[in-house]
Every structure is written in structure tokens, then in C-alpha cells.
Nanobody, 125 residues
């Protein structure tokens, strides 16, 4: 059974950094694109970044471009999201997901079919 587990969230001060991990079990990540999303209370889920299966294509939302970096380690069956210079308004639950079309990289939540449970990121002083 395909399962994704996010970790690495927590409390960080404004301007700080966190690295989120998305570990896969029940399947091999090698052939799958993976997307990262976040959802703040009362807001819609927002696409942040997506990485293709060989890692050649890496897309970013304008709001995080230059501050967030997505990467993957297929040997560890894990995808990462390095987040730098975090802002208070980026407090949210962060999710990773597998697209419905396994190879398709997109920023639209509707294109993704399997989701992790999320990890809370709180940016506050």
C-alpha cells in the first residue's frame, strides 16, 4: 500500500530554516514525481514545489522561489524540501503527495491522488 510520511516540521523563528522529509513506503519512489503543498487555517491548499522522477525537472511557486529547494534521494526513498528565510505567514501544515499520473509534475492539488498526513510548520518569534 502506497504511503507517504512527512517529518521535519516544528517551530522556527522568522528568517530561520527547516528541512522537511517525505518518506515513501509500500512503493518505490524512483518512477514518481512528488509534490509539496501547504495549507494554512482557513486557506486553500497551495502548491509549493514539484520534482520529476529523475529529478531533472524542479518547479517552484513564485512565493517560494529562491528560498525553497526540492531534492530527492531515491536510494532512501525520500524527497526533501529545504526551506530558508521562513516568514510568519508561511505557518501551515505541509504535505507531500504523489500525482495521479505518476510522472506528471504540477502545482495543482487536484492533480495529486495520494497524500501524507502532513507536518506542522510554525514560524513565530
Amino acid at each position: 500500500q502506497l504511503q507517504l510520511v512527512e517529518s521535519g516540521g516544528g517551530l522556527v523563528q522568522p528568517g530561520g530554516s527547516l528541512r522537511l522529509s517525505c518518506a515513501a513506503s509500500g512503493f518505490t519512489l524512483d518512477y514518481y514525481a512528488i509534490g509539496w503543498f501547504r495549507q494554512a487555517p482557513g486557506k486553500e491548499r497551495e502548491g509549493l514545489s514539484c520534482i520529476s522522477s529523475p529529478g531533472v525537472i524542479r518547479n517552484y511557486a513564485d512565493s517560494v522561489k529562491g528560498r525553497f529547494t526540492i531534492s530527492r534521494d531515491n536510494a532512501k526513498n525520500t524527497v526533501y524540501l529545504q526551506m530558508n528565510n521562513l516568514k510568519p505567514e508561511e505557518t501551515a501544515v505541509y504535505y507531500c503527495a504523489v500525482p495521479k499520473e505518476y510522472w506528471y509534475c504540477s502545482g495543482r492539488p487536484a492533480d495529486f491522488g495520494s497524500w501524507g498526513q502532513g507536518t506542522q510548520v510554525t514560524v513565530s518569534s
